[in-house]
């Protein structure tokens, strides 16, 4: 079967090896989606006339059957294919013939493809809002579990006095705001683009409502060439979303990863969670934290590919935005697989409260000794300096 662009003359096999790249195994990710909204697609096309009842219903049947094969792992998208979408309607047009050849009437690769990536994208920002609010809950769970002191740092070096819970849930408010931020990038990108075409409107009767309803969207992205330019734009804000859940589960990992360490002892892994040496026998390795902590970085800079991908480009479809497919599906899943893990860490990670108290130590509490001279009457400064003094001459 041909390319859904094919005009009769053949390509280049060198320039379409380079033009398609990995999008045909990228793709695997939105059969599924490009299903769904072809599906949706063909009932809207029955209701303005370009499709008879039998047709639909022919449309519909095939499209399901290739979402189950999807997921049985049937259903294949070759080189040739280029991507999911002309795969998907080369199988409909040799199933349904003629059938299968109306179901790209009334719409563009650029708004199928946005529509089956806009889709993918709700599904994988909702199933990771779920999954935050499981780290959430399990960070709290373990604070509560484990309410008792343990020496606060600033600098690498004993602070002041802090608590276990206290410091587990500054992670889980942390995840919290991260969450917020989520939520408000999953309305921003609740619109349906299909029916924009290629930014440019068409001698048809579009019916965007159905299609919008049809497909669980909060509203039309009206404006058919913002449609275009809200590609990279989307992208962006999702990533950068993803790299801050990262950068809570970073800053986490390196805690867990230092206070574990048997210089503290404040926290242990269970040993079925760490890895060991090739060389050195006594070795208890934390690979999987420090994985995590390496994962924020990968997905900080498939942030900044998708940002510079988007940039200096004039509004309507460029090819370039192809390449912003990759960094974003990857971004997902790095966070989905990230904070799955933190999560099943925390959940069986052990604080040691006899280590924890043991080394609460005489420094720690020279910050409330300054204060218990303040509330005697003695000016902050001088009190300061007096404790320090005291301190200096031990």
């Given at each position: 079967m041909g390319k859904i662009w094919d005009r009769g003359n053949s390509i280049d096999k060198k320039i379409e090896e380079f033009t398609v790249g990995d999008d045909y195994i990228i793709d695997q990710e939105l059969v599924q989606y490009d299903c769904e909204a072809s599906i949706a697609h063909a009932k809207m096309l029955k209701k303005i006339g370009i499709l008879s009842a039998n047709e639909e219903k022919q449309l519909i049947e095939e499209l399901q059957k290739i979402a189950q094969e999807h997921k049985e792992r049937k259903f294949t998208i070759s080189i040739e294919d280029e991507d999911c979408h002309t795969a998907i309607e080369n199988r409909l047009i040799k199933s349904l013939g003629d059938s299968g050849s109306k179901i790209h009437t009334g719409r563009s690769r650029n708004d199928q493809v946005l529509v089956a990536l806009r889709l993918?994208?709700?599904?994988?920002?909702?199933?990771?809002?779920?999954?935050?609010?499981?780290?959430?809950?399990?960070?709290?769970?373990?604070?509560?579990?484990?309410?008792?002191?343990?020496?606060?740092?600033?600098?690498?070096?004993?602070?002041?006095?802090?608590?276990?819970?206290?410091?587990?849930?500054?992670?889980?408010?942390?995840?919290?705001?991260?969450?917020?931020?989520?939520?408000?990038?999953?309305h921003i990108i609740d619109?349906?683009?299909?029916?924009?075409?290629?930014?440019?409107?068409?001698?048809?009767?579009?019916?965007?409502?159905?299609?919008?309803?049809?497909?669980?969207?909060?509203?039309?992205?009206?404006?058919?060439?913002?449609?275009?330019?809200?590609?990279?734009?989307?992208?962006?804000?999702?990533?950068?979303?993803?790299?801050?859940?990262?950068?809570?589960?970073?800053?986490?990992?390196?805690?867990?990863?230092?206070?574990?360490?048997?210089?503290?002892?404040y926290f242990m892994l269970p040993e079925k969670f760490c890895t060991g040496s090739s060389i050195m026998?006594?070795?208890?390795?934390?690979?999987?934290?420090?994985l995590i902590r390496a994962n924020y970085h990968i997905v900080n800079g498939y942030g900044v590919q998708v940002k510079s991908l988007s940039a200096n480009l004039i509004s309507g479809y460029n090819r370039d935005l192809q390449l912003a497919k990759k960094p974003v599906i990857n971004s997902i899943k790095i966070t989905k697989s990230s904070l799955d893990m933190m999560t099943y860490i925390i959940t069986n990670l052990i604080a040691s409260k006899e280590n924890c108290l043991n080394d609460m130590t005489e420094d720690l509490f020279a910050t409330n000794e300054v204060y218990n001279l303040v509330k005697e009457g003695v000016p902050f400064r001088d009190a300061y300096r007096t404790i320090a003094k005291k301190l200096s001459d031990k």
């Amino acid at each position: 079967m041909g390319k859904i662009w094919d005009r009769g003359n053949s390509i280049d096999k060198k320039i379409e090896e380079f033009t398609v790249g990995d999008d045909y195994i990228i793709d695997q990710e939105l059969v599924q989606y490009d299903c769904e909204a072809s599906i949706a697609h063909a009932k809207m096309l029955k209701k303005i006339g370009i499709l008879s009842a039998n047709e639909e219903k022919q449309l519909i049947e095939e499209l399901q059957k290739i979402a189950q094969e999807h997921k049985e792992r049937k259903f294949t998208i070759s080189i040739e294919d280029e991507d999911c979408h002309t795969a998907i309607e080369n199988r409909l047009i040799k199933s349904l013939g003629d059938s299968g050849s109306k179901i790209h009437t009334g719409r563009s690769r650029n708004d199928q493809v946005l529509v089956a990536l806009r889709l993918y994208y709700k599904s994988s920002l909702s199933e990771i809002s779920s999954m935050i609010n499981q780290c959430i809950e399990h960070l709290q769970k373990f604070g509560d579990k484990n309410n008792f002191d343990f020496p606060g740092y600033t600098h690498m070096q004993k602070a002041m006095p802090s608590n276990i819970k206290i410091w587990s849930n500054a992670f889980a408010d942390s995840c919290i705001d991260d969450l917020k931020n989520l939520k408000n990038v999953q309305h921003i990108i609740d619109q349906n683009p299909l029916g924009s075409v290629a930014g440019y409107p068409i001698p048809l009767d579009i019916d965007r409502e159905l299609t919008s309803s049809e497909l669980d969207f909060n509203k039309i992205q009206s404006n058919p060439i913002y449609c275009q330019i809200s590609r990279g734009k989307f992208e962006t804000l999702i990533v950068d979303s993803l790299s801050q859940i990262m950068l809570t589960l970073n800053r986490l990992s390196s805690d867990l990863i230092l206070f574990s360490m048997p210089h503290f002892g404040y926290f242990m892994l269970p040993e079925k969670f760490c890895t060991g040496s090739s060389i050195m026998p006594q070795k208890k390795n934390p690979d999987v934290l420090e994985l995590i902590r390496a994962n924020y970085h990968i997905v900080n800079g498939y942030g900044v590919q998708v940002k510079s991908l988007s940039a200096n480009l004039i509004s309507g479809y460029n090819r370039d935005l192809q390449l912003a497919k990759k960094p974003v599906i990857n971004s997902i899943k790095i966070t989905k697989s990230s904070l799955d893990m933190m999560t099943y860490i925390i959940t069986n990670l052990i604080a040691s409260k006899e280590n924890c108290l043991n080394d609460m130590t005489e420094d720690l509490f020279a910050t409330n000794e300054v204060y218990n001279l303040v509330k005697e009457g003695v000016p902050f400064r001088d009190a300061y300096r007096t404790i320090a003094k005291k301190l200096s001459d031990k």
